[in-house]
């Protein structure tokens, strides 16, 4: 026991004279932060438009009235002809273009279907989609009030028919921010990061510089360097952990609705199967940017796409889904946004935490033994 | 084991097919410094690291302090300190914390932790720079602090695998002091080095080559066993050409090139500077600057050994 604090201390003693542990520490979370809550945004709040009116007439103003009026739409180009359509959509200046043909008002009034045409870039699929949405439902609009104008002139009353009223409720994250179910799976990311990544280096570093070979000549048996070695960095985790938390609430507002402490506890959990991770990685990297590559482009990547971080694995191909259930990154989200969105706890995530848990062991118990192995 | 430090019996270790280590046999007394000679890849290390107990052999066992490398490893490694090429302390942590945390790991704690302490920094020369950040220290000084932190536990036995290369030679020469001290406390020191110099501060030395010992004994022996001729040294101007020259002379057994000068092991009949000197004379070398009959060094030793086995 003595020895395993010997070798914690000497960490903690190393760490602080190393300036770059503490920006990954201390700045990586509140970056991460910043970056996902504002920049990582699937929200679609300004849609640039242009408008090709060759109408010209009161009911095709009022009709892209409706559009400039609705908060959505930004009438920032009036096209004068059809080429102006092509350059400003290929330039990537507007999203959407409405298109109003010659004769809408006439066509309307005889009361005939009168065609309108959005021309989208839809190269961001995800955000023409929401556009074509909100178009739809603004044209849709326009009709009724047509229909209800000409049976209001005939002197008609719209007769009071039997009808269906959808009214959505969103729960947990009402205004539908990407951001409410962006910034909790970053507690996930930085605890992945900062317990696989910096383990896999802070061993890979001994055994460069030669103190790992020092190290097992000494009476140190491979347990007691192993634990000596992951607690440090379980620490930190920690307290990175807890610095996302603080910073949700006070840069965003978003609190955990469940509990804490099943939070922390499901962080542990999920360390055991990161810090695993970083010790294997150790033991088949010679140098600190092997470990580094290994690390980045073979774990955590394919660790983030397949955990639901930002592509939901509802949408993904079956065979991918398979894949997915043997991340423990995917558990550990699940349940962080349970905890801190729903305030679900232990009857409703039981499953994910006897996964995450049950993973972790495995994980840290083979990448232990694999280690020790390399060591003799 | 009779007061031997080391007891080695058909030690091997095998890479695959590639055989490190061929089945040595050899002693150390408990308080000798025992050297261990040979070029890069001869063995040296492979060997040290399986008498360290970190190295399973592929057969044959070797008894450290009493201790077979095959079966009680652990307790190997409580009897031993072990210092390698690389250094082998962290940079990062000062003087002081470096000293602690070996100390702490060999379970030294409260008063002989101080006690060991400041021995080891009175032996490095560091008393009164405990706070200095250990990666600022020049090469020489660093692995005398290192050396001191390997026995910081004071071992029975320590072993120093190449503890001197790439240290200057005046580093060299107050590392090798602190050596002795150590031996003069009891402890037993092995050592490898290919610095054939320091091979003289040794007692008895092993020579290694491609895994199997070519010979072995005190440094005095060795000369006396393997240059049975007298050796002049010879400076000149043109080495090279002199070299091609005279290398089947009649009178030469020997000869090896140093920098600018040449050691000739010439045939017993020529045992005075000035019969050898008319003797090249008579061949024709030209531009010698210097002729001295000289003691051999264990240079020529190696130098003889691998000669002949090349031949």
């Known amino acids: 026991m003595k020895t395993i604090i010997h070798i914690v201390k000497k960490e903690f003693r190393q760490f602080r004279r190393d300036p770059k542990m503490f920006g990954i520490i201390l700045i990586a979370p509140i970056m991460q932060l910043l970056f996902f809550g504002y920049a990582a945004t699937l929200d679609v709040n300004t849609v640039h438009t242009m408008v090709y009116d060759r109408d010209n007439t009161e009911t095709s103003r009022n009709f892209i009235r409706d559009f400039s009026g609705s908060g959505f739409f930004a009438i920032d180009y009036v096209a004068k002809n059809e080429n102006e359509i092509n350059e400003q959509i290929d330039k990537g200046n507007i999203l959407i273009c409405i298109s109003i043909p010659r004769e809408f008002e006439k066509r309307i009034e005889r009361r005939e279907t009168a065609p309108v045409q959005f021309i989208i870039n839809g190269s961001d699929g995800n955000t023409a989609n929401i556009a074509a949405g909100y178009a739809g439902v603004i044209a849709a609009n326009f009709s009724k009030n047509i229909a209800a104008d000409i049976l209001g002139r005939q002197g008609k009353k719209v007769l009071p028919t039997g009808q269906i009223t959808p009214e959505a409720r969103v729960w947990y994250n009402p205004l539908m921010k990407t951001r409410f179910f962006m910034v909790p799976g970053i507690v996930a990311m930085l605890l992945s990061i900062i317990t696989m990544l910096l383990t896999s280096l802070a061993v890979v570093k001994e055994k460069e510089i030669g103190t790992l070979e020092q190290l097992i000549v000494t009476p140190i048996k491979s347990y007691q360097l192993i634990l000596g070695k992951l607690i440090p960095f379980a620490i930190l985790g920690f307290v990175s952990v807890i610095l996302v938390i603080a910073g949700m609430r006070v840069i965003f507002g978003i609190e955990v609705r469940g509990s804490i402490i099943f939070l922390l506890g499901n962080s542990f959990l999920f360390i055991l199967s990161t810090l695993g991770l970083g010790l294997f990685i150790s033991t088949i990297s010679k140098t600190q940017q092997q470990a580094m590559m290994i690390a980045i482009f073979g774990v955590l990547m394919p660790m983030i796409y397949l955990s639901g971080f930002t592509f939901p694995i509802e949408n993904m191909p079956e065979s991918i889904q398979i894949i997915s259930y043997f991340i423990p990154l995917r558990y550990f989200m699940t349940i962080i946004r349970g905890v801190v969105l729903k305030g679900t706890g232990f009857a409703e995530l039981w499953g994910e935490t006897f996964m995450l848990g049950g993973m972790g062991l495995a994980i840290l118990l083979l990448a232990s033994m694999r280690f020790r192995k390399k060591l003799e | 084991m009779s007061g031997n430090a080391i007891e080695v019996k058909n030690l091997t270790k095998k890479f695959g097919k590639f055989v490190s280590v061929d089945s040595i046999n050899f002693s150390v007394k408990q308080g000798e410094i025992f050297g261990f000679l040979g070029a890069n890849g001869a063995g040296k290390s492979t060997t040290i690291r399986m008498l360290c107990g970190i190295l399973e052999p592929t057969s044959g066992d070797a008894f450290v302090a009493g201790y077979s490398v095959k079966t009680e490893p652990d307790s190997i490694k409580r009897n031993i300190g072990y210092m390698s090429q690389r250094f082998s302390l962290y940079d990062d942590l000062s003087i002081e914390e470096n000293i602690e945390f070996f100390g702490g790991v060999y379970g030294l704690e409260g008063k002989k932790l101080i006690e060991r302490k400041d021995w080891v920094l009175e032996s490095a020369q560091l008393t009164g720079k405990e706070t200095t950040l250990t990666g600022l220290l020049p090469g020489g000084i660093k692995q005398r602090l290192a050396l001191g932190v390997a026995v910081i536990h004071q071992p029975p036995i320590v072993f120093l695998d190449e503890p001197t290369s790439g240290v200057d030679p005046i580093s060299r020469r107050s590392f090798w002091e602190l050596i002795h001290i150590l031996s003069g406390e009891g402890c037993t020191v092995v050592v490898t080095t290919h610095y054939l110099e320091e091979a003289e501060y040794c007692g008895n030395i092993i020579l290694m080559d491609a895994g199997k010992i070519v010979a072995e004994g005190t440094s005095s022996a060795l000369k006396a066993q393997y240059i049975q001729h007298p050796v002049f040294e010879i400076e000149t101007d043109s080495p090279v050409e002199l070299m091609e020259k005279i290398e089947k002379a009649p ?60 031949k």
């Open chain 2, 251 to 310: 009178f030469t057994v020997e000869i090896s090139l140093f920098g600018n000068k040449m050691h000739l092991a010439a045939q017993d009949t020529f045992s005075t500077v000035s019969e050898i000197g008319s003797a090249l004379e008579k061949f024709g070398a030209k531009n010698i600057l210097r002729i001295d009959r000289i003691v051999p060094t264990l240079e020529d030793v190696f130098i003889a050994l691998v000669d002949k086995k090349g």
